[in-house]
T-cell receptor, first 112, second 111 residues
Framework: GAGVSQSPSNKVTEKGKDVELRCDPI?????LYWYRQSLGQGLEFLIY????????KSGLPSDRFSAERTGGSVSTLTIQRTQQEDSAVYLC??????????FGPGTRLTVT | RKEVEQDPGPFNVPEGATVAFNCTYS??????FFWYRQDCRKEPKLLMS???SGNEDGRFTAQLNRASQYISLLIRDSKLSDSATYLC????????????FGAGTILRVKS
């Protein structure tokens, strides 16, 4: 079956512009996560959606970052007024409750 | 204290060696445990789940020690292709069962 998909795969943007990153989780997966990973670094948790519960936004680094999940499925991560330090790979993952996470291929964001 | 802690390594081992990684977790109520593998510039992928009774998959063995709150991964007969970062993952009951990743342990297998 289809795995987690993310779009775009690569995004180059100018400093100060807004970007939207999209994640399509595996159908039926109730949990959805966003992470970012800078080159050579570990995964940095950003936000967690679980069913209809309020999202856990504890990992969002600033108020320029926001995410939503519509209809319990597709999620969009928005970064406003991008900065060079936002350059990283943004990974999305989905899972069923306590089950293992499945990751998408990521979006490589470059802010120039 | 971090929820999930791992030795970052790197572990540099020759081909054919046996290597073991440990990972400690802070919440005694955690119920789900996994090992993931991440290759350079790739997304993490599930290596194996960790069950209470321990489990083995070929050259890989995972163990859970609830009393001491750690999980382990043993790799026997290391191959060059085992070189990767190994990530320990534990669910966090106090945060809606969010899965929490450790920072990873780097393994380099050399010929």
């Amino acid at each position: 079956g289809a795995g987690v998909s993310q779009s775009p795969s690569n995004k180059v943007t100018e400093k100060g512009k807004d970007v939207e990153l999209r994640c399509d989780p595996i159908s039926g997966h109730t949990a959805l996560y966003w992470y970012r990973q800078s080159l050579g670094q570990g995964l940095e948790f950003l936000i967690y959606f679980q069913g209809n519960s309020a999202p856990d936004k504890s990992g969002l680094p600033s108020d320029r970052f926001s995410a939503e999940r519509t209809g319990g499925s597709v999620s969009t991560l928005t970064i406003q007024r991008t900065q060079q330090e936002d350059s990283a790979v943004y990974l999305c993952a989905s899972s069923i409750n306590l089950g293992e996470q499945y990751f998408g291929p990521g979006t490589r964001l470059t802010v120039t | 204290r971090k929820e999930v802690e791992q030795d970052p390594g790197p572990f540099n081992v020759p081909e054919g060696a046996t290597v073991a990684f440990n990972c400690t977790y802070s919440n005694s109520a955690s119920q789900s445990f996994f090992w993931y593998r991440q290759d350079c510039r790739k997304e993490p992928k599930l290596l194996m789940s960790v069950y209470s009774s321990g489990n083995e998959d070929g050259r890989f063995t995972a163990q859970l020690n609830r009393a001491s709150q750690y999980i382990s991964l043993l790799i026997r007969d290391s191959k060059l292709s085992d070189s990767a970062t190994y990530l320990c993952v534990v669910n966090s009951p106090e945060y809606g069962n969010k899965l929490v990743f450790g920072a990873g342990t780097i393994l380099r297998v050399k010929s």
